[in-house]
């Protein structure tokens, strides 16, 4: 029997989020509206700088199983982060939202707990900082064969592309969810990512997996074209479905001869971290309760449209209320 409805493997990052104007971001150096890797260091210069605070969970599929789970599914995140208060706070937090965190944290680990400072522009953009810390040591080794082989569907993130090991603890988690008649699937996370390792990116997606979800400048960087079309087509060709977000254009769902083009309604973000997170965990709590692609679509813009409304990665409303207000339950 299927113990998780939802499993997912990520970077556990916490998620210290502050607001900031445009002369602040050049005054430090922050390249806007995208994610930058930078040193522990750094990290904490940039946290010192940072004037309001508001700490949470995160990690982009962290976040995506959290809102699952919120949904009311049963979920589980593997991940990785050190004995510290961090750690600790990551851990429980995840433990108090409702997905089971199923690695302990790791004493006297060899790096601390991941975390990433998020400036948000009063224009609702953010800009992202990230020491990824101990999660960068995930692999095989931190994959549980009862998590993986008992999920019917297992969710991973790019960004632990960056290592081999990250790599063997995809291929391991994805094959031991197919073996038990679950299915796989990736968030792209990042072009810049894709750029780093377009080869492995390209045999997962065609090899390892069931679905596909990126936005329109990660699928484009798959084949390194302007042409959006064309790179589509050519994802969609490779998987069963894939999945592109467009922001204010909406979402093309494609899978093999079926093709859905769902707009959304747009609105001025508050805050977007977290939209293409929630934006997934709309469209695969819709697959995982039997909706069709349409729906599954619907549900995912929902969830990113009630994220980007407030600051903060996760909804903080019953999403379920918000699809039976729009005639999807």
Do not use: W
């Amino acid at each position: 029997m299927t113990k998780y409805k939802l499993s997912g493997i990520g970077n556990a990052v916490v998620d210290v989020i502050s607001h900031a104007d445009d002369s602040f971001l050049d005054l430090m150096g922050i390249e806007k509206g995208i994610m930058q890797l930078i040193e522990q260091e750094r990290g904490e210069v940039l946290y010192a700088a940072m004037t309001d605070r508001l700490q949470t969970p995160g990690g982009a599929v962290a976040n995506t199983i959290a809102g699952v789970g919120a949904l009311g599914l049963p979920t589980a995140f593997i991940g990785r982060v050190h004995d510290d208060a961090l750690g600790k706070f990551y851990a429980s937090s995840m433990q108090d939202s409702g997905t089971d965190f199923v690695n302990d944290p790791v004493p006297g680990g060899e790096l601390p707990t991941s975390r990433c400072m998020i400036f948000v522009t009063p224009d609702g953009e953010r800009s992202l900082n990230t020491y990824l810390g101990i999660s960068t040591e995930l692999g095989p080794d931190d994959v549980p064969e009862a998590v993986a082989s008992a999920s019917e569907m297992i969710f991973l993130e790019g960004y632990l592309f960056d290592k081999d090991k990250g790599k063997e603890a995809f291929r391991q988690a994805s094959r031991l969810t197919r073996a038990g008649g679950g299915k796989a699937g990736i968030a792209i996370s990042d072009p810049f990512c894709v750029d780093r390792h377009r080869a492995d990116f390209l045999d997962m997606i065609e090899n390892e997996l069931d679905f596909v979800i990126g936005n329109e400048h990660e699928i484009r960087s798959l084949f390194e074209t302007d042409d959006l079309e064309d790179a589509m087509a050519k994802t969609s060709a490779m998987i069963p479905l894939m999945i592109c977000t467009r922001s204010g254009d909406g979402v093309t769902i494609i899978a093999g001869e079926e093709r859905h083009d769902i707009p959304v309604e747009k609105v001025v973000p508050v805050d977007a971290t977290g939209a293409g997170d929630q934006f997934a965990a709309g469209f695969i709590y819709g697959m995982l309760t039997g909706r069709d692609l349409e729906t599954c679509g619907r549900m995912g813009n929902l969830c990113a449209a009630e994220v980007i409304s407030h600051v903060g990665p996760r909804p903080q409303v019953d999403m379920r209320q918000h699809f039976a207000a729009a005639g999807l339950e």
